[in-house]
């Protein structure tokens, strides 16, 4: 019998384009490394908040450096990031509390769907996220309506809580939980260093047996 799977927690936020880029390499090696990935939908503004960091849009030079680093990095990694030209003064004050409650709903009541809704948010206005994952009009209302529940708001608000206590600044980050040591990795960068932490092969962002398709 082969040795059992190491885990793996992504901790992400729609908003967050660095957090799709970790989201989409971990989807493709996922069946490749000896791992099993759990996806944590977490709220970035609660972990900016608890840790006094600023998303780099409020820093001028840091947002001009963001765009051409997800430009460059969208490009190597394959994944198609597209900055709406609102998305600083519109999509940062707008935030994404509900959609991360959204995906959280999804985790807790359609855990099978929650990386392509996911994957949609970030693709698509998520109001056509889940129907263009597979979702039912039914499933997705039911899930919209839960969306201001206590038992969505409180899963959403512990998992970020979680985030923090592995040391979170900003996200994504992932968590490797290697026999009894718990590594904690921040950025969509150190999946090379998370390979050599796992003992397992790297082979680029994008490893020959994966089509992205996206």
């Known amino acids: 019998m082969g040795s059992v799977p190491r885990t793996l927690e992504l901790f992400y936020d729609v908003l967050s384009p660095y957090s799709w880029l970790a989201f989409e390499v971990l989807c493709r090696y996922k069946n490749i490394w000896n791992v099993s990935l759990q996806l944590q939908p977490t709220l970035i503004g609660g972990i900016m908040r608890d840790s006094g960091n600023q998303p780099p849009a409020m820093l001028p030079r840091k947002a001009v450096y963001m ?23 519109v999509i940062l004050k707008k935030g994404s509390l509900t959609a991360m409650r959204f995906l959280t709903a999804v985790k807790m009541e359609h855990p099978e769907m929650l990386e392509k809704v996911s994957r949609e948010l ?9 129907e263009k994952a597979g979702m039912s009009i039914e499933q997705a209302q039911e ?14 608000k512990e998992t970020t809580e979680a985030a923090c206590k592995y040391g979170a600044f900003g996200l994504p980050i992932t968590v490797a939980h290697l026999h009894d040591e718990t590594h904690m990795l921040f950025g969509s960068d150190r999946m090379e ?21 996206l």
């Open 67 to 89: 765009r051409s680093d997800v430009r460059l990095l969208s490009q190597h990694l394959q994944v198609p990031i597209h900055f709406p030209k609102d998305f600083f003064s």
């Open 143 to 156: 899930l919209l309506k839960r969306v201001s529940t206590p038992q969505v708001k409180n899963q959403l």
């Open 122 to 130: 970030w693709m698509r206005v998520w109001s056509r996220a889940a």
């Open 193 to 213: 260093l998370l390979a050599y932490l796992l003992g397992e092969k790297w082979m680029g962002p994008v490893p020959p047996a994966v089509n992205p398709r």
